[in-house]
């Protein structure tokens, strides 16, 4: 195994810079901080800007719903394959303990972090294609998971998230790496609002997002080192790929989950410290590429990711939306997209602009499905459609 030190040199730096009280002045001011209803949600000595963000998302309806969405593996029950509670969790610890090398700020980071996938379906991008396919089709416009968190904690729920963090979220994106990651400028949000509906309306627009601060940037690649170690424990616990080192040899950044989130870890505060940007050297940036490409051969990408979820998922996404959005369209006051999602919302301490069940039929739809956790979904599909065949899982004790 292979642990990577930061450099005597790196080393000697950050503990002079601390001694003399003079550590790289590159974290976002709290100062800074932009709300859509400035009057609320004040700042305090004990709860600056970014910590309400983070409260309002650790307590909203949805977040605790992170425990029973899929990662990656959606039909096995073990507690120890990731659910995506875990993932949110891990991508803020590790851009927490960078950050804090690089004297960024800590809470932004935490928020970004642990509100990054709200948005996300049942049966993880998956559901969030299926999902895409059906909204387009109904309602010429796209789904993706990242602009959808951003509608949940600023559109379905008005939160008053601050504009950096809803940016953060926003422009996470995990699929697309980057050897070098600079904030881009982002005043207000009537530019934010303009950029988020060109994202619907076209999802190559969503490729061209950039976090607006360090701590969104170093939330997005974080993401990445997060899950690609993990995914690879876990997809060995699902019995998908052999021994690790068997498979995967990709040099400077290790082989094993530890190493992984070690070397890039070191390797990016190496980079980074004291700049105006995050970076990877370019062999730890080359191997990271190659272990991500391996792991979408190898598992995401394979027969056994793939083909139980196009051919068990796939309908049953299709025919709950046909349903569901006849119930909406009919007024089916009986319906649990009524007494689960649309009058909560209207009910909520939160209150909206206009009431919720005058937004679009598909986009009530879309949004009541993509806040679904895995079991609550089967068992809406049961309850919709009793007697059909449902998913099942590959148990505790099967081989």
Request: a negative charge.
């Amino acid at each position: 195994m292979k642990y990577d030190s930061l450099s005597r040199e790196i080393t000697e730096r950050i503990e002079y810079d601390r001694i003399k009280g003079r550590r790289p002045s590159v974290g976002f001011d709290d100062g800074r901080a932009i709300r859509r209803s400035p009057m609320h949600d004040k700042p305090s000595v004990w709860r600056p800007p970014f910590v309400r963000d983070t409260d309002k998302i650790l307590h909203s309806a949805y977040y605790s719903r992170f425990a029973d969405k899929t990662q990656v593996f959606s039909f096995y029950k073990n507690d120890d394959i990731s659910r995506r509670a875990l993932h949110v969790q891990l991508v803020s610890r590790i851009a927490r303990t960078i950050g804090a090398v690089l004297n960024l700020n800590l809470d932004l980071i935490e928020a970004i972090a642990l509100g990054h996938d709200m948005g996300h379906t049942p049966f993880g991008h998956a559901g969030e294609k299926y999902l895409d396919e059906l909204y387009f089709e109904g309602a010429g416009r796209h789904f993706a998971h990242n602009i959808h968190s951003v509608r949940v904690l600023d559109g379905i729920y008005p939160y008053n998230i601050t504009l950096q963090t809803l940016n953060g979220i926003a422009s996470h994106n995990g699929e697309m790496e980057c050897e070098h990651y600079a904030p881009a400028p982002l005043e207000n949000f009537s530019e934010f609002d303009r950029i988020m509906e060109g994202c619907y309306k076209d999802t190559e627009n969503i490729k061209k997002l950039t976090p607006c601060t360090l701590e969104g940037c170093l939330v997005r690649i974080c993401d990445i080192i997060a899950y690609l170690g993990k995914d690879r424990q876990d997809a060995k616990k699902a019995g998908l790929i052999g021994r690790e080192e068997d498979v995967f040899d990709y040099g400077p950044i290790g082989q094993i989950n530890a190493e992984i989130i070690n070397n890039l870890s070191v390797n990016i505060i190496e980079n980074s410290y004291g700049k105006s940007y995050i970076r990877m050297s370019p062999d730890y940036f080359e191997a990271l590429r190659n272990a991500k490409r391996s792991n979408y051969r190898l598992i995401y990408l394979s027969d056994q990711v793939r083909l139980p979820q196009d051919e068990i998922i796939r309908p049953m996404f299709s025919r709950m939306y046909t349903k569901l959005l006849s119930d909406v369209k009919e007024g089916r006051r009986e319906s649990p997209v009524f007494r689960h999602h649309i009058t909560p919302i209207d009910k909520s301490f939160y209150r909206r602009e206009k009431p919720y069940i005058e937004e679009n039929p598909h986009t009530i739809v879309t949004d009541y499905m993509a806040s679904m956790t895995d079991d609550y979904f089967v068992d809406l599909f049961e309850y919709l459609f009793p007697g059909e065949k449902s998913i099942r899982y590959r148990g505790y004790f099967e081989d």
